[in-house]
């Protein structure tokens, strides 16, 4: 049971203070059990895996919480980046002077596909859980019929990409940083960031208040399938060919919105934020090489990644627990009367 110390520190810190806390926890253990095994996490290979696989996740992950934020849920995600992968790679062709259109072309594709499920959740009132599922079978559908396995391939200038480096970071890394700097400032400084709480965490109050729902929710999904078709970009550029599969293979659905929510932000919408969702996606980078150096296999990888979110949950609903008023009911009789009730005395 948890004790009355502990928990006023829980109550006390913020869910970032606590996921950033889990992050360097994470960090240590990790880097003394690589140790004990003769490998080392902090070698330049194992950071530049570590944020190369932070980089893909990371930009799923912020437009996912722009998406739980407003209140919905986009599970076509992992279909968007396969999509964009192979949509970009025919295009180029491996020449460079097809870059510019295949990527123009994915993430325009990528923003209709996001239009189309945000205009269902919010003007069809569509559940975006339903939504974004129907969407991703459409796309999955389409991508079976169309693409048996890789397919076109990208040219050198636009592979650069996933193979420049400076230091120990790779270039996509700072990409996905920079798009988290611009989210943040979005949701901190414009109307549209402010609505997107507004609408999470009441869309009936809000739309009292006399915002237009519908856009808000909309603008998510839009921005979460592109940032989506971003991230099937990068893993072209780091593959060099377009494959139909890539984004499946990397559950990115669930390891986006298990990031988010590790990340603190509220599965019903309305809290939340973007550097929380960061630590999320870096405790699973961590966690992920930690699991590669020991050669743990891959259930025995998904049963750990399921108690750190378990837990993670845990600790928020026992933070929320502990914030809440007493309940009428817990007052004593002479705090909820402080007085006998004058009708009474007048009946006696």
């Known amino acids: 049971m948890t004790s ?3 928990s006023a520190r829980l109550t006390g810190l913020s869910s970032t203070a606590i996921v950033y806390s889990v992050l360097a926890l994470v960090i240590v253990v990790g880097g003394v059990l690589t140790a004990l095994e003769g490998r080392n996490l902090f070698s330049a290979g194992s950071i530049q895996a570590i944020l190369t696989t932070a980089s893909v996740l990371g930009l799923i992950a912020i437009g996912q919480t722009l998406v739980i934020l407003a209140g919905s849920l986009d599970l076509s995600v992992p279909f968007v980046v396969s999509l964009s992968s192979v949509l970009a790679a025919s295009t180029m062709a491996g020449e460079t002077g097809n870059i510019v259109p295949g990527v123009l072309i994915a993430l325009v594709v990528a923003a209709a596909m996001g239009l189309v499920t945000g205009l ?37 200038a636009f592979r650069l990409l996933g193979a420049t480096y400076i230091g120990p970071v790779p270039l996509s890394t ?3 940083l920079g798009i988290a700097v611009l989210a943040t400032v979005m949701l901190l400084r414009t109307r549209t960031g402010l609505h997107l709480y507004a ?18 929710v909309v603008t998510a999904h839009v921005l979460c399938s592109m940032l989506a078709g971003v991230a099937g970009l990068l893993l072209l550029a780091r593959l060099g060919v377009g494959q139909p599969t890539i984004g499946s293979q990397g559950d990115y659905d669930l390891m986006s ?6 990340g603190g932000t509220l599965l019903a919408g309305g809290k939340g934020n973007v550097i929380g969702t960061l630590g999320g ?10 699991m590669s150096a020991l050669e743990v296999t891959s259930f025995l990888q998904d049963v750990i990644r399921g108690l750190v979110i378990v ?11 502990e914030r809440r008023p007493a309940p009428f009911d817990q007052l004593s009789a002479r705090e909820a009367l402080p007085g006998p009730d004058p009708a009474l005395q007048e009946t006696r």
């Not at 003007?123 to 974004?132: P, Q, R, Y």
């Not at 919105?257 to 590790?262: K, T």
């Not at 996606?281 to 930690?290: D, K």
């Open 257 to 262: 919105i298990a990031a988010v929510v590790l």
């Open 281 to 290: 996606v870096a405790i699973f980078a961590v966690l992920s090489q930690v």
């Open 174 to 176: 700072l990409v996905m």
């Open 120 to 156: 269902v959740v919010a003007l069809l009132h569509v559940h975006g859980f339903v939504a974004s599922l129907g969407m991703g079978l459409v796309i999955s559908g389409y991508l079976a019929t169309n693409y048996a396995g890789s397919t076109g391939s990208a040219p050198r």
């Open 4 to 6: 009355p110390s502990t």
């Open 199 to 216: 609408v999470g965490g009441n869309r009936e109050v809000a739309r009292l208040s006399g915002i237009r729902t519908a856009v808000p």
């Open 311 to 321: 837990l993670a949950v845990a600790v928020y609903a026992r933070r929320e627990i």
